[in-house]
Structures are given as structure tokens and as C-alpha cells.
């Protein structure tokens, strides 16, 4: 019988600019699940952290960028996995990072891209990734009163 598993998060990365840009990642060859497919960042919560917490780790370990800003988003990705017959359940996060910021690959990705909206979501495979950088767009990065109460506020942020 299935399971469903509630220890993954993702995290829409961006950077303001005239127009934002999203930053998408290639996954390597060498991964085991999803070789050289296009993604944002994403990862597993560890034992006795919070996904906030794990969407933070994330984006340091995988870029190598503390992001300045945190959000939780209005969305939380769903899918299937054949290879332990799971359904995942993933909360999806924001991460707002300075604007000319170096990013450091991990082992995981081999190239990265900022691109604006459209061509961020043309560029990702997943509806869930590609509906969360709408999300982002029109929840944080713009005037919408929510992003005020979507602002995630702890110690290593500030």
C-alpha cells in the first residue's frame, strides 16, 4: 500500500530588477531522479526541522545564497513517485536574494539561469513549479496586501 510523504519543500528563488527574474536550475546527469531536468530548488526536511527551516538549508546548500526575504506561498505541490508508490506533499516557498549575488552550484545542478517569468515557466517540466512561479509573481512581487503576512520572520534572516 502507499504512503504519503510530507518531507519535501521547494523554494521559488528570485531577484528584483526592473523586471524580477526566477532562477531555474539544471539537475545533473549523474542524479538518480530526474537527470538533467530543469527545476527550482527543492529538498528534503531533515528530522526535527521545520520546512521553513529546510527551504532556508536548501537554498544555501544548492546555491550557496543566505536569500534576504523568506515567504510561505499560498501553494503546496502534490505528486506521485512509481519508484516507493508515494504521494509527496510539498509546501512551496519564496526566497528573495540580493541582486548581483554569486551563485555557487552544488554536486546536484550543473547549470543555472535567471530568467524572467515567462521564460522561467517555459524552461520548467512540473505544472506544480511552473504554477508556483505565477504564484510568486503575483503574491510577493507585487503591491498584494498578502505578502505583508506571507513574510516568514526568525533569527537567521535578519
Known amino acids: 500500500m502507499g504512503k504519503i510523504n510530507f ?13 524580477p527574474e526566477f532562477l531555474v536550475l539544471k539537475r545533473s546527469n549523474e542524479e538518480t531522479i530526474y537527470p538533467g531536468l530543469w527545476q527550482i530548488v527543492s529538498g528534503g526536511i531533515e ?4 520546512a521553513y527551516e529546510a527551504a532556508m538549508r536548501e537554498v544555501e546548500e544548492e546555491i550557496g545564497i543566505k536569500p ?16 516507493d508508490d508515494s504521494v509527496n506533499v510539498s509546501p512551496v516557498f519564496a526566497a ?7 551563485v555557487k552550484l552544488s554536486a546536484e545542478h550543473t547549470d543555472f539561469r535567471w530568467l524572467k517569468k ?6 520548467l517540466v512540473w505544472p506544480g513549479q511552473k504554477k508556483a512561479i505565477g504564484i510568486v509573481n503575483d503574491y510577493v512581487l507585487t503591491d498584494n496586501p498578502s505578502r505583508n503576512f506571507m513574510e ?7
Open 152 to 158: 516568514i520572520k526568525y533569527g537567521r534572516l535578519s
Open 7 to 19: 518531507n519535501l519543500a521547494e523554494v521559488v528563488v528570485f531577484r528584483r530588477r526592473t523586471t
Open 68 to 83: 534576504n526575504h523568506l515567504y510561505n506561498t499560498p501553494l503546496t505541490n502534490t505528486f506521485y513517485l512509481a519508484k
Open 118 to 123: 515567462e521564460d522561467a515557466v517555459s524552461l
Open 47 to 50: 528530522l526535527g526541522e521545520k
Open 96 to 102: 528573495e536574494v540580493e541582486d548581483g549575488t554569486e
